[in-house]
């Protein structure tokens, strides 16, 4: 049978299969062939043909009937895909243009990563935390579904085991002097940190992708068997895998997005170009040492109000103008999510990332070390020394006038030196290289009393 196959801009997919010529009259030949011109024709005329991932024109999605302000394309991505955990009523709230677009740009990417979700078997899907095999000969339509643990049905072909990656995108087209890169956000929160640097970047011609890290962000993880450090770093790989393959990627990672770059690097060099560390987390090793029965408390707590406010309040040197509400309404959108709670119970519990003694290995790349002068969550006096030390190679530039998130409070400042980090230019700024911590009081007392 022939198959054929036109898939545009969106990623959507018409096909069509003709009759088999094998056996066939010369008439009923042509006539297959001619059903195959006009369904190629069909498929061109019916794909979006759009070359913008990045557009403040909104378009409209011919199936869904809703209004995409952002398009891009790639193989097996569905693009403008606003959450369907996410009420209407709850992104009503929110006033940031910025962020509405962000979110109504957001694609989704099929990634296979059989090995860290529920295996296929002869018998059926196994269930490793149910301790079953469920029968898929009884399923509805069984070529099309797979089993949770919950035993909510999904729809994936039995032959993989695939997982719906979210991420947003520039629409800058691949560079011949210059690789991708690929920005990893912190902790508990997703790549809607990144709605600010994207335009940014956007304007300046980077091919840029904003991923969510595997267990936080809006990527559903109904099917993982683990959201832990080594599913986190799998993800990572499965996705520059299947969007950028054979292309080396610069990643950029915030805060403990450092820490998942320098995890990363650890298991697999050959797919880093370079490093971006913007505030990093990355001489923190392992997470709260929590009770069991206390984690679920725990995690809700992270996920309150008080807390998103108070560290939203640390989060930034401008706090009037950035720590607004509106700020924490967009960064609790992820926790909307329906696993969100259990993965991150699953994250505290089981340790975190300790890389401490892995960040000396970024020295034979290149590595831009970033840091707002004015972080009050990871101080530069106590961290940035331990990363002098560690990378004795790499370029230190301060952002001023900036806390712990220059993407988002300075990202215009933080674009600029991450084009010229890109380009081999002169990356601007001031140079924190030399930086000498001066001594505190308490320093002063530990002196004495030495």
């Known amino acids: 049978a022939y198959y054929i196959s036109f898939q545009g801009d969106m990623s959507r997919r018409w096909q069509a299969r003709a009759p088999s010529f094998h056996g066939r009259s010369d008439v009923e030949r042509v006539f ?73 740009s957001l694609q989704k990417e ?19 935390k149910a301790n079953k095999v469920i029968d898929y000969e009884k399923l509805t339509n069984p070529q099309s579904i797979r089993i949770t643990y919950t035993g ?3 729809r994936y072909t039995k032959d993989q085991a695939v997982l719906e990656s979210t991420f947003i995108r520039t ?36 091919e840029a992708y904003a991923l969510d890290v595997l267990g936080w962000g809006f990527t559903d993880t109904a099917n ?19 969007v950028l393959p054979a292309r080396p990627a610069v990643l950029v990672g915030v805060s403990l997005g450092a820490a998942v770059v320098v995890d990363f690097y650890s298991e697999y060099p050959f797919f880093v170009a370079g490093a971006v560390l913007v505030d990093p987390q990355g001489f923190i090793d392992g997470t709260p040492g929590l009770p069991k029965k206390l984690a679920g408390t725990g995690i809700s707590i992270l996920g309150s109000w008080p807390l998103r406010s108070l560290a939203n309040q640390l989060a930034y040197f401008d706090k009037e ?74 370029m230190f530039r301060w952002i001023d006038d900036c806390g712990h998130s220059p ?19 002169d990356v601007p700024g001031p140079d924190a290289s030399d930086y000498v911590p001066e001594p505190s009081p308490l320093d002063a007392i530990k002196g004495a009393l030495r």
């Open 407 to 425: 993407h988002l409070e300075q990202p215009k400042k933080l674009a600029e030196l991450i084009y010229a980090f890109l380009f081999e230019e």
């Open 321 to 394: 103008t950035f720590a607004t509400d509106d700020a924490i309404r967009v960064g609790k959108l992820h926790t909307l999510r329906p696993r969100w709670q259990k993965d991150s119970e699953e994250w505290l519990l089981g340790g975190g990332y300790s890389v401490s003694s892995k960040v000396r290995l970024l020295n034979p790349k290149p590595v831009l070390v970033v840091w707002g002068r004015q972080d009050e969550i990871l101080p530069a006096r106590e961290y940035l020394p331990k990363f002098l030390k560690a990378l004795p190679k790499a």
């Open 152 to 154: 909510k049905e999904t």
């Open 110 to 128: 099929f990634l296979q990563v059989p090995h860290l979700l529920y295996k296929y078997t002869k018998q059926g899907w196994e269930d490793p």
């Open 171 to 206: 629409s800058a087209p691949p560079s011949e002097v210059s690789p991708p890169i690929v920005l990893l956000h912190g902790f508990d929160s997703s790549c809607l940190e990144f709605r600010r640097l994207m335009p940014e970047l956007e304007e300046m011609g980077v």
């Open 224 to 242: 993982m068997m683990s959201v832990g450090v080594e599913a986190k770093r799998e993800h990572l790989f499965a996705f520059l895998q299947t």
């Open 32 to 104: 297959c062939a001619v059903a195959a011109a006009l369904c190629c024709i069909v498929s061109f005329f019916r794909c979006d043909l759009s070359e913008t991932a990045f557009s403040l024109v909104p378009s409209r999605d011919q199936d869904r009937g809703e209004i995409s302000p952002f398009r891009g394309k790639g193989k097996g991505v569905t693009t403008g895909v606003v959450p369907a955990f996410i009420p209407p009523e709850t992104l009503a709230e929110i006033e940031e243009p910025a962020a509405l677009n962000a979110i109504k």
